[in-house]
């Protein structure tokens, strides 16, 4: 059995999340991938506050002390961009694999952070930072690697859809289904990055370098959030057969990348229209494949530990099989010189392909 020392930097929702399902998984993990993890060293914010399942004398509020010596793979889910970027440009800098949940580090970072890996030949592992559970990452990374995408339209953040769902379903107020969001763990303190469409955004820059092998700038995307929908406008919405979403989208034309945050009516039958409360789904098409549909919970700590999870046993399992010069295919995918620039989407060109739908126009 391989026992694997982890360098988790945060202890948060979701790093907390990791420590428990650690915990809960050991047994199926030692049978199915033969490997056992341990914490090495834990980077938290505050010292006085107790973890549930971690050892206190792991703990540490110094990020020049957070990756130690004796470890084997570091887990970023401190959030934000520092000090999450120098500590993992020194763990990869240093031959350490490193999995991170954190779509704001590399929708600002991620080409410099994945030449840094390829340069090393380490793994980079982030199916945490986009949609929670639904492994779309590795299925964009891997999956499709071999056809041509040509759109990637998605429902990308929980906490819009939880208030939407429940102003459109309940009749809530704005400002009551926020705080009913907050309440059941869903959205943050000060949510404004996911009600505005940033959160939206980063992923969305995510999954576009891995659709079309560019990095934009997040910058270079149309951003409009909900702040001004309402129950009424909801309800007129759905009177006409429509339904009210928060879409991201990313297609490719012949001037180069489309990106667009915003709120769009969709059909009833479209396949987004049906993603309410905590789910996320991302519409792939490709042309070779058509169109697929990924779904499940998008926010909250399991969905996200899980995804988390997933990517340490590939990193450590790619790590053992092929040697401390393994390069990912991602790596190498995702690392160009330079970055793309993005044309802000129009409204006549966000559709969906099908042809079915088209589409008017955190703590540590």
């Known amino acids: 059995m391989r026992h694997v020392r982890i360098a988790l930097l945060g202890?948060?929702?979701?790093?907390g999340g990791l420590v428990r399902l650690l915990e809960q998984s050991r047994a199926r993990l030692a049978s199915s991938h033969d490997v056992e993890f341990s914490l090495a060293r834990v980077l938290v914010r505050d010292l006085a506050r107790t973890r549930e399942g971690v050892d206190r004398g792991l703990l540490t509020a110094r990020a020049d002390w957070a990756i130690p010596e004796r470890c084997d793979v570091v887990v970023e889910l401190v959030g934000g961009i520092e000090p999450a970027r120098t500590l993992v440009r020194r763990a990869l800098e240093r031959g350490l694999?490193?999995?991170?949940?954190?779509?704001?580090?590399?929708?600002?970072h991620g080409a410099e952070l994945f030449a840094a890996a390829a340069a090393r030949g380490?793994?980079?592992?982030?199916?945490?930072?986009?949609?929670?559970?639904?492994p779309v990452v590795r299925a964009l990374r891997d999956g499709l690697a071999g056809d041509r995408i040509e759109s990637v339209t998605g429902v990308l953040n929980g906490t819009c859809n939880v208030v939407m769902t429940l102003m459109d379903r309940d009749g809530a107020t704005f400002e009551a289904a926020l705080r009913a969001a907050q309440e059941a763990g869903f959205a943050e303190a000060d949510p404004s990055l996911d009600i505005d469409g940033w959160d939206a955004a980063q992923k969305l820059v995510v999954l576009s370098a891995l659709a079309f092998g560019e990095w934009t700038s997040v910058s270079d995307v149309r951003v409009r959030g909900i702040r001004g929908v309402t129950p009424e406008r909801l309800a007129e919405t759905r009177s006409r057969g429509r339904a009210l979403r928060l879409v991201a989208t990313a297609e490719r034309h012949s001037g180069g990348l489309a990106l667009a945050v915003e709120p769009r009516e969709l059909p009833l039958d479209h396949p987004l229209a049906a993603v309410s409360m905590e789910q996320n789904a991302v519409l792939v098409y490709g042309d070779t494949v058509g169109e697929l549909?990924?779904?499940?919970?998008?926010a909250g700590a399991g969905p996200t530990a899980t995804a988390v999870l997933?990517?340490?046993?590939?990193?450590?399992?790619?790590?053992?099989?092929?040697?401390?010069?393994?390069?990912?295919?991602?790596?190498r995918a995702l690392a160009?010189?330079?970055?793309?620039?993005?044309?802000?989407?129009?409204?006549?060109?966000?559709?969906?392909?099908?042809?079915?739908a088209a589409l008017p126009r955190r703590g540590w």
């Open 122 to 134: 380490v793994p980079l592992g982030f199916e945490g930072s986009v949609c929670g559970g639904v």
């Open 336 to 356: 160009p010189t330079s970055r793309a620039r993005a044309r802000p989407a129009s409204r006549s060109r966000a559709r969906s392909r099908s042809g079915r």
């Open 11 to 15: 202890c948060g929702t979701v790093g």
């Open 97 to 108: 694999p490193v999995v991170t949940a954190n779509k704001a580090l590399l929708a600002r």
């Open 310 to 331: 997933a990517d340490l046993c590939e990193v450590v399992g790619a790590r053992r099989l092929a040697g401390p010069r393994h390069e990912r295919p991602a790596a």
């Open 293 to 298: 549909l990924f779904r499940g919970r998008g």
